[in-house]
């Protein structure tokens, strides 16, 4: 990224932390979880507003993640009773009717199999505690194919059903989700009041040669396959390698718009 484009992703994160803050109706004397906390987005803008006057829990299954949020509170000179779990959130290490709120910003697209998620939220939430989190609807967004002529791409057929198929996959965490199945899970699981609000977000910008081969080369999360490695699946290196070189070639420094569908969810138990 060059400083513009990093000025407006932190603006973004920071305007979806505020969201999902503001959502959750956060009060003093809460107790409220950050699950999959990663460097501590949600978690420090509680502590932002709040300080010491509730009692936040910091909660990964990476202890990378806990470590760095660790390091970080550290620095600061934010009054704090915050705590550390390390713990997967399909299996959440807490007792039942703990919690206040619990929040999760781009968790789900890890997770495949969302409704045990949601019971594990709805366990350990009090009666009248609250779910709250932004997530990516990754199965909805601009795919390559749409960014390209059929002419402009050697074998652009292949390249397209492959998109098509592994975006599109059951079996994928990344994808196998919408609005409406989130909707479904949360009151499976028992949550009234459910919302999930749906807002597209639209990018347009002028990739460089090597941010474009980073779309390709960079995974998602650690135990996550890159856009790469998934046509890898479908064809040989050589013939990736050149569909990665050809993009690179027809999209690098020209103007692109790219569509995000994100949601944001409440649920109250």
């Known amino acids: 990224m060059d400083e513009i484009q990093r000025e407006q992703t932190l603006n973004w994160l920071l305007a979806v932390r505020d ?7 956060l ?19 509680v502590l932002e507003r709040f300080e ?8 990964d299954k990476f202890q990378d993640c806990l470590d760095e949020c660790q390091k970080i509170l550290n620095e600061t000179k934010i009054k704090n009773k915050a705590a550390f779990l390390k713990t997967d959130v399909s299996d959440i290490k807490l ?25 594990e939220f709805y366990r350990v939430l009090k009666n009248g505690g609250m779910y709250c989190a932004f997530e990516p609807i990754i199965s909805e967004n601009t795919r390559y194919y749409e960014l390209l002529k059929s002419e402009e791409i050697t074998d652009y057929t292949d390249f ?67 856009m790469k490695e998934r046509f890898l699946e ?4 050589k013939k990736v390698d050149n569909f990665i070189m ?20 409440k649920a109250v138990k």
């Open 19 to 25: 969201s999902v803050l503001n959502l959750a109706d």
């Open 27 to 45: 009060k003093e004397g809460q107790k409220i979880a950050d699950f999959g906390c990663g460097s501590g987005l949600l978690a420090f803008g």
């Open 52 to 59: 010491d006057r509730v009692d936040l829990i910091f909660s």
């Open 95 to 119: 007792e039942n009717d703990c919690l206040d709120r619990a929040m999760t910003r781009s968790v789900l697209v890890h997770i495949k199999d969302k409704q045990q998620v949601f019971y």
């Open 160 to 226: 397209k059903k492959a998109e098509k198929e592994f975006m599109e996959n059951p079996n994928d965490p990344l994808v196998n989700f919408s609005a409406e199945s989130l909707d479904k899970n949360l009151i499976e699981a028992g949550f009234l009041d459910v919302v999930v609000n749906v807002q597209v977000a639209s990018s347009n910008y002028s990739p460089k040669k090597d941010a474009i081969l980073n779309w390709f080369i960079t995974p998602p999360a650690p135990d996550q396959k890159s």
């Open 234 to 237: 479908y064809f040989d290196e």
């Open 246 to 265: 050809e993009v690179q070639n027809i999209l690098a420094d020209k103007p692109v718009k790219i569509e995000s569908k994100t949601a944001f969810i």
